[in-house]
């Protein structure tokens, strides 16, 4: 992404054409000769997707118009070319037509795979490197913020299904409890084992009535094991 996009572009950075390697022919395309070659580079890792986008019918006056709108809000902009897939020579003569329908707007630092790096001639050498440079300090800055907010997120929903485990144990426990203490030694009768397992059953249902009290709806319809 660059300056004026803003970090939250380089989340479709793995976009496809973005990152291609060049095909075969892919020099024939002609490009601007005023920066060295890692400079042209360094100015193609600063934008992380696409643009705009050239369909079939290749190059229009609307492409044309979107590109010089495009230069003038961010400097530098990537643009795909879906339907020459493979074709050197047609992404060559979309290249051009959009230079020429620029007029002078866009100039062609660098291309890729069916992709076209276009920058503002009207900004130096240095303004441009200083843009890409900015911009990939900025997706560097998106992306470690985005890393620490998902290690924060994993490390709550551990808390809360540790949590959750804590309290089934304390449950568990307190239900052995429960059988221990209402269990009498000696003959039962009856009415007696009738009584007690009414007395279990209702404690038992009160414990665990507490303990899915913080659990989801769902997981509080399932049978208790007790029962089962």
């Known amino acids: ?3 004026a996009e803003g970090p939250a572009a380089a989340a479709a950075e793995t976009e496809e054409g973005a990152n291609h390697e060049p095909q075969a022919g892919a020099a024939s395309i002609a490009t601007s000769d005023r920066f060295t070659d890692a400079e042209q580079q360094a ?54 037509t959009l230079q020429e329908q620029s007029a002078g707007t866009a100039e062609l630092p660098y291309a890729k795979g069916s992709t076209l790096l276009f920058g503002s001639s009207s900004s130096t050498n240095e303004q441009l490197l200083a843009l890409a440079e900015a911009s990939v300090a900025s997706t560097a800055v998106w992306k470690t913020k985005r890393a620490a ?9 551990a808390a809360v299904e ?6 089934a144990s304390r449950s568990r426990k307190r239900i052995g409890q429960m059988i221990k203490s209402v269990a009498k030694p000696g003959p039962l009768d009856k009415s007696t084992l009738a009584q007690e397992w009414q007395q279990l059953a209702g404690s038992i249902a009160a414990e665990e009535a507490g303990g899915s009290s913080s659990s989801s709806s769902s997981s509080s319809k399932r049978k208790a094991p007790w029962k089962k």
């Open 43 to 96: 100015l193609w890792d600063s934008v992380s997707r696409a643009l705009l986008r050239l369909g079939k019918t290749g190059v229009t006056e609307s492409h044309a118009r979107s590109l010089v709108e495009l230069l003038t809000a961010h400097k530098l902009v990537k643009v795909q070319h879906n339907g020459c897939r493979g074709d050197s020579a047609a992404l060559a003569a979309a290249a051009v």
């Open 162 to 167: 540790a949590k959750k485990e804590s309290n």
């Open 1 to 3: 992404s660059t300056a």
């Open 149 to 157: 907010a998902a290690a924060e997120r994993q490390q709550q929903r």
